[in-house]
């Protein structure tokens, strides 16, 4: 709570702002309905001491001030909540940079999302609807015990009890029973929406294997579980409801009471009865708002803890900043050994490799053998365990990413598409490329022909053919993409593993051709593939051996 409160310091001031007006716009309200008690008492010949007609005119006013005030409170509460709500995502997005390639790729994508999304969006609660009402609250019924003291001191002792009751002691008692409920919940409701997701995803085994029924039947056991678990919920508001409801009667009924036994011995007249009455029984909104905050509140502290976690977590590999012109003359791999976290094994160990500028490398190894983990080392997506990268003689660990990345291009078995235009798409690889580069690069990828038979050629969208692509078209345009980058170093993943033989030889021609002066390291299955490479490394038992 209390980091929430820090993120909110250069808002101070709006919220301030949004403090003062919900604590006006609150008196007004009651002022309205307390001068409405003295209106009537002075009809009914009770000596109120205001005039009628001025408390008219103060009725009228309050009622005017109260909307004016209350738009302001919600329109700057508002404006804090959504101006954090951007920071703070413009946090999640900083650090999922700071954590990508490496980290991001054990994350479950999902969560990350619902993070993103939902989570973020939740903490509006807090901020438009939890810390202003709190202050609001605390501020009114000050405020009105007050009044209600100076009227008499009985009246504020009354006040302020019953307003500790409402608005304290029955949310905290009920929190801890609706924390747990909600909770529950909101588990329950991510792994039914988890279950939903993966039966979609999965639909074509669960068609293929006839698993359907078994799916619908956990769907529907989830959502009855649901329902039991909002009932509980529900049931739970409505008993609080109650309850304060209750209360706040009772308060009535033992201010009136008091009131009464006062008039009897003469320490107040009617008038100060009627006006204490109306007054306490119209001043308890600010303090019923915060029995409802207790229901939210848990939750908003749990989906405050996951964003946490994603800003606190400490990347696998700190980013250099700057930028440099690398020459990528020679790429120097000394003695370098690898784990992956959570695996007890060494992956590489004492791994030594020399690659020149112009070199054509061929990495070849047995399925998982760590081929693919060797060049996410060589463009520090993580970084060595022992030993050393360098890169002309540099360390890898202090050459800017930027300018590594600048010099290195990387052509996986997966090619990722943005729904987007194929165009942009393709422009992913050199932002400013002009239509004549893009065409040329497709052409040399060997997919130019492909993009012309679609609608509307390279300005067609993706997503419009989304899945239809096959992985060899999509894989093409990945290499397209690289030829527009046009690194220095040409990192190949089995660029041609979702390719037939036709269009393989045509795009290892093309790379091979487009790389006369270029490094290319190369992991691939592939005899044909690798034979446009000159030297052929392989790993074997976590080791290198050239031959
Ligand atoms: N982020 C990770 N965390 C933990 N283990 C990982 C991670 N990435 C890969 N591995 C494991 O490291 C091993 C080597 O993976 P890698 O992808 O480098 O193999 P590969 O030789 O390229 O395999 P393939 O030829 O099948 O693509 C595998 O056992 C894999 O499960």
Same mark, same amino acid.
């Given at each position: ?66 909307? +004016? ?34 980290? =991001?790729?054990?994350?479950?994508? +999902? ?95 669960? @068609? ?17 579980? @649901? ?31 008091? +009131? ?126 022992? +030993? ?113 033989? =036709?269009?393989?030889?045509?795009? =290892? ?34 080791? =290198?051996?050239?031959?």
């Amino acid at each position: 709570m209390l980091r929430l409160i820090k993120i909110l310091k250069p808002l101070t001031p709006i919220m301030m702002i949004t403090i003062t007006f919900g604590v006006l716009g609150f008196l007004a309200a009651t002022a309205v309905t307390t001068f409405g008690a003295v209106a009537i008492g002075n009809i009914l010949g009770v000596k109120m001491g205001i005039e009628l007609n001025l408390t008219i005119k103060i009725i009228i006013g309050c009622a005017i001030l109260r909307g +004016g005030l209350r738009a302001i409170e919600q329109y700057s509460g508002h404006y804090i909540a959504f101006k954090i709500l951007a920071i703070l995502r413009d946090q999640v997005f900083k650090a999922l940079r700071k954590l990508s390639p490496a980290k =991001l790729e054990t994350k479950e994508k +999902g969560n990350l999302i619902s993070v993103i999304t939902s989570d973020i969006e939740l903490l509006e609660v807090f901020y438009a609807h939890t810390i202003a009402p709190i202050a609001i609250a605390i501020l009114t019924s000050a405020v009105t015990a007050g009044v209600l003291y100076s009227v008499n001191p009985y009246f504020g002792l009354i006040g302020i009890g019953f307003y500790l009751i409402v608005g304290l002691v029955i949310p905290v008692a009920s929190s801890k029973v609706a924390n747990q409920a909600g909770l529950e919940y909101r588990n329950e409701f991510g792994n039914t929406n988890s279950f939903l997701l993966d039966s979609l995803k999965g639909i074509k085994e669960v @068609l293929l294997f006839g698993t359907g029924e078994e799916r619908i039947n956990t769907i529907n056991e989830n959502s009855e579980k @649901l329902n039991e678990k909002l009932k509980v919920i529900k049931q739970h508001e409505g008993i609080i409801r109650a309850f304060t409801d209750i209360t706040i009667m009772i308060a009535i009924l033992v201010t009136l009471y008091t +009131g009464v036994k006062l008039f009897e011995v003469g320490s107040i007249n009617l008038g100060q009865v009627i006006l204490a009455v109306v007054l306490l029984a119209s001043s308890f909104g600010p303090t019923v708002a915060l029995s409802n905050l207790s229901n939210n509140l848990m939750h908003t502290f749990a989906c405050a803890q996951r964003l946490f976690n994603i800003l606190d977590e400490v990347p696998a590999v700190e980013e250099v900043p700057g930028m440099e012109d690398l020459n990528m003359n020679d790429i120097n791999i000394n003695n370098v050994s690898f784990k992956y976290n959570g695996r007890n094994e060494k992956l590489l160990k004492n791994i030594n490799l020399k690659i020149n500028k112009g070199d054509k490398v061929a990495i070849i190894g047995k399925s998982g053998c760590g081929k693919s983990t060797l060049l996410k080392l060589i463009m520090r997506f993580w970084d060595v365990e022992s +030993g050393s990268i360098e890169i002309d003689s540099k360390n890898i660990k202090n050459i800017p990413t930027k300018s590594l990345r600048k010099s290195q291009s990387l052509v996986s078995q997966e090619t990722f598409l943005f729904n987007d235009t194929i165009e942009n798409n393709l422009k992913i690889g050199k932002i400013d490329a002009s239509e004549e580069e893009i065409v040329l690069a497709a052409k040399k990828a060997s997919i130019h022909e492909f993009i012309t038979t679609l609608p509307n050629g390279y300005k067609t969208n993706v997503g419009e053919i989304g899945s239809n692509l096959s992985s060899g078209e999509r894989q093409r345009l990945g290499i397209a993409r690289a030829f527009l980058h046009n690194p220095k170093v040409l990192i190949l993943d089995e660029p041609t593993s979702n390719l037939d033989i =036709l269009n393989e030889a045509e795009i =290892l021609k093309s790379i091979k051709d487009e790389s006369e002066d270029k490094t290319i390291i190369m992991v691939s299955h592939r005899r044909s593939s690798a034979a446009i490479c000159d030297k052929k490394v392989y790993v074997k038992n976590n080791r =290198l051996e050239f031959n």
